[in-house]
């Protein structure tokens, strides 16, 4: 099965700082991966794909992410980070119709 | 858009009981997900319908879990005999017809269960 593993539980910035939340993945094939944001008592929103061509993938709210195949890696970037970035963040890889996710990252962005 | 939308957003009940949860996916999106997250994990993929018909299950969704969608648009999921164990947020999405799996999944706010 396709999976993703994001190995920190929480990551802590300051306001300003740049961040970044880890993904892995192991896939069989070319893999889909997904990036979404998840606020307090809320659904998932979505923030960036990467499907296929460039590895840079710019998405929603200035956050972009780096898909490295031979780190088998997909990291979440953002130059600047905000206080109101902090939220709980999933990585997910596709498998068939379903989208298998990590167990989340937590963001705290410090003042 | 108005978005992906689940009703209710909340439903405390006593185990044993039967419970029935409603999503409206976005219009004309003909994909629809439904997914289970309990606290601090990831949401787990429960089931998907392609309009109305569903065509894939996972091993989660056990004999006391049913979904429908009967006329293509909105779903449910209904749980039978509940346990204390249903106790999660239960994700609805919905998709866009697209090249299979690129199209991203859009969802709802959840339907917090709780089982006392």
């Known amino acids: 099965a396709q999976s993703v593993a994001q190995p920190e539980d929480q990551v802590n910035v300051a306001e300003g700082n740049p961040l970044t939340v880890k993904c892995t993945y192991s896939?069989?094939?070319?893999?889909?991966l997904f990036w979404y944001v998840q606020y307090p008592n809320r659904g998932l929103q979505f923030l960036l794909k990467y499907i296929t061509g460039d590895n840079l993938v710019k998405g929603s709210y200035g956050f972009e992410a780096e898909f490295n195949k031979s780190q088998t890696s997909f990291h979440l970037k953002k130059p600047s980070a905000l206080v109101s970035d902090s939220a709980l963040y999933f990585c997910a890889v596709r498998d068939k119709n379903a989208l298998n996710f990590g167990k989340g990252t937590s963001l705290l962005v410090t003042p | 858009d108005t978005g992906v939308s689940q009703d209710p957003r909340h439903k405390i009940t006593k185990r044993g009981q039967n419970v029935t949860f409603r999503c409206d996916p976005i219009s004309e999106h003909n994909r629809l997900y439904w997914y289970r997250q309990t606290l601090g994990q990831g949401p787990e993929f429960l089931t998907y319908f392609q309009n109305e018909a569903q065509l894939e299950k996972s091993r989660l969704l056990s004999d006391r879990f049913s979904a429908e969608r009967p006329k293509g648009s909105f779903s449910t999921l209904e749980i039978q005999r509940t346990e204390q164990g249903d106790s999660a947020m239960y994700l609805c999405a919905s998709s866009p017809k697209g090249q299979q799996g690129s199209e991203t999944q859009y969802f709802g706010p959840g339907t917090r269960l709780l089982v006392l």
């Open positions: 896939v069989s094939g070319n893999p889909y």
